[in-house]
């Protein structure tokens, strides 16, 4: 199995028509033909169901396509970095983010590394904790930023200068919205929005054994997406402050869970980890910016 035939297997995959994939990657459909039997010769499954028109992923192909993006990915970051290292004018940098509104500090070393190297590129991946060091793991990311405290037996880590608090976003007529904050009794009975790792790890610490008085009405892991729910009624949203527009006018509001419940946020990366230039750098700017806040 070469990296070749994986490329080819997710451009059918991505078309499902082979037609099409031969035209998108100049490649005659008799190639791709013979790459799947191949393909399906050595993993003995069938990896396509072949229609009328068209072609769609086994259960076999499907699990295929996503270790394929994750070796093709891989393979791709290995040639980036060795073709950087010779002259440092640039490079990839790609960054597993958690969402709290201290991503902007990291948003402000990258501006200042693009403008001494232009031709700097950036790869965002975000997602809860899972999401991301599953692929930090397998080194298609450089960096991740996580909002709990990283394993420091595989991982290295800075910590971000503040933490971020957790708060209810409801409806600004809503009858709690007059209170200054928001105590377990008061979630009691109501639909709540939250993302999984939040509702497992950080809200049982906080309301201890009235979790079980608490209902999950749905999970999101873009509190974007649940503060769109909040705003049609559907229910009310447990997030990090900073993250949902609760400005005048904007028919929400934020209020803060009492006792106060935070969390702080980490910058993390691989044990012995080796970096390529570009990423060092990002690092290095990274660490001066953070240890400074924390002495300051």
Same mark, same amino acid.
């Given at each position: 199995?070469?990296?070749?035939?994986?490329?080819?297997f997710l451009a059918i995959a991505?078309?499902?028509?082979?037609?099409?994939?031969?035209?998108?990657?100049? /490649?005659?459909?008799?190639?791709?033909?013979?790459?799947?039997?191949?393909?399906?010769?050595?993993?003995?499954?069938?990896?396509?169901?072949r229609h009328s028109f068209s072609?769609?992923?086994?259960?076999?192909?499907?699990?295929?396509?996503?270790?394929?993006?994750?070796? /093709?990915?891989?393979?791709?970051? $290995?040639?980036?970095?060795?073709?950087?290292?010779?002259?440092?004018?640039?490079?990839?940098?790609?960054?597993?983010?958690? +969402?709290?509104?201290?991503?902007?500090?990291?948003?402000?070393? $990258?501006?200042?590394?693009?403008?001494?190297?232009?031709? &700097?590129?950036?790869?965002?991946?975000?997602?809860?904790?899972?999401?991301?060091? +599953?692929?930090?793991?397998?080194?298609?990311?450089?960096?991740?930023?996580?909002?709990?405290?990283?394993?420091?037996?595989?991982?290295?880590?800075?910590?971000?200068?503040?933490?971020?608090?957790?708060?209810?976003?409801?409806?600004?007529?809503? $009858?709690?919205?007059?209170?200054?904050?928001?105590?377990?009794?008061?979630? /009691?009975?109501?639909?709540?929005? !939250?993302?999984?790792?939040?509702?497992?790890?950080?809200?049982?610490?906080? !309301?201890?054994?009235?979790?079980?008085?608490?209902?999950?009405?749905?999970?999101?892991?873009?509190?974007?997406?649940?503060?769109?729910?909040?705003?049609?009624?559907?229910?009310?949203?447990?997030?990090?402050?900073?993250?949902?527009?609760?400005?005048?006018?904007?028919?929400?509001?934020?209020?803060?869970?009492?006792?106060?419940?935070?969390?702080?946020?980490? &910058?993390?990366?691989?044990?012995?980890? /080796?970096?390529?230039?570009?990423?060092?750098?990002?690092?290095?700017?990274?660490?001066?910016? &953070?240890?400074? !806040?924390?002495?300051?």
């Amino acid at each position: 199995m070469e990296i070749k035939d994986l490329r080819y297997f997710l451009a059918i995959a991505r078309e499902e028509n082979m037609t099409r994939a031969s035209e998108l990657i100049h /490649v005659s459909q008799s190639t791709l033909s013979k790459t799947v039997k191949a393909l399906e010769e050595e993993l003995g499954k069938k990896l396509f169901v072949r229609h009328s028109f068209s072609i769609s992923l086994t259960d076999e192909g499907v699990l295929l396509r996503k270790r394929a993006d994750d070796l /093709v990915t891989m393979a791709d970051k $290995i040639t980036a970095e060795f073709q950087s290292m010779d002259i440092l004018s640039g490079g990839d940098l790609y960054l597993g983010l958690a +969402e709290s509104y201290q991503i902007r500090y990291l948003a402000r070393e $990258i501006k200042q590394l693009k403008e001494e190297f232009p031709d &700097l590129h950036y790869h965002i991946t975000s997602g809860d904790t899972e999401q991301v060091t +599953e692929k930090l793991d397998k080194g298609i990311l450089d960096f991740a930023v996580l909002v709990e405290s990283p394993d420091a037996n595989k991982y290295d880590f800075l910590r971000f200068p503040e933490a971020d608090r957790f708060g209810l976003v409801l409806p600004e007529k809503d $009858i709690l919205a007059k209170k200054k904050a928001i105590r377990a009794d008061d979630l /009691v009975g109501l639909p709540l929005f !939250c993302s999984e790792q939040s509702w497992h790890a950080d809200l049982p610490r906080w !309301c201890g054994e009235r979790m079980n008085e608490l209902h999950l009405e749905g999970s999101f892991r873009l509190s974007y997406n649940g503060g769109i729910f909040v705003r049609e009624g559907l229910g009310y949203l447990l997030t990090f402050d900073h993250l949902i527009n609760t400005e005048p006018g904007s028919g929400l509001v934020f209020r803060p869970l009492a006792p106060a419940l935070t969390v702080e946020m980490y &910058l993390v990366w691989k044990k012995y980890q /080796v970096f390529s230039p570009i990423a060092e750098l990002f690092l290095k700017k990274m660490r001066v910016f &953070l240890e400074g !806040c924390r002495t300051a």
